[in-house]
């Protein structure tokens, strides 16, 4: 069976660091592409990056320069280090594969999937 799941949410002062980790089980990462999508209340999904088969990154115009995705296949786990965090990235944190796709093709702007954890909160708050 095929899994994902999140882990490294949490509470975090504006301008600080956090580093949310998506474990794979049931296949390896470096086999697709993984994404992260995340979603506030009240506001439409969001693709925020995406890390191809073969390592190219992808990031949303909101998150660029301040976001880094990478993948490490020994651990066959996807992180999304977050740099100077803003209230604005306040959101529940998603990653997620589409099994038939190894690019990132569209993911950002509409993201599709067919594999998806459950999530992780992120909270930036003075």
């Known amino acids: 069976q095929m899994q994902l799941v999140e882990s490294g949410g949490g509470l975090v002062q504006p301008g600080g660091s956090l580093t949310l980790s998506c474990a794979a089980s049931?296949?390896?990462?470096?086999?697709?592409?993984i994404g992260w999508i995340r979603q506030a209340p009240g506001k439409e999904r969001e693709g925020v990056s995406c890390?191809?088969?073969?390592?190219?990154?992808y990031y949303g115009d909101s998150v660029k320069g301040r976001f880094t995705i990478s993948r490490d296949n020994a651990k066959n786990t996807v992180y999304l280090q977050m740099n100077s965090l803003k209230p604005e990235d306040t959101a529940v944190y998603y990653c997620?594969?589409?099994?038939?796709?190894?690019?990132?093709?569209?993911?950002?702007?509409?993201?599709?999937?067919?594999?998806w954890g459950q999530g992780t909160q992120v909270t930036v708050s003075s």
């Open positions: 997620t594969t589409d099994t038939r796709r190894f690019t990132c093709t569209g993911y950002v702007q509409n993201p599709k999937y067919d594999v």
């Open positions: 049931g296949f390896t990462l470096d086999s697709t592409a």
């Open positions: 890390i191809s088969r073969y390592k190219n990154t």
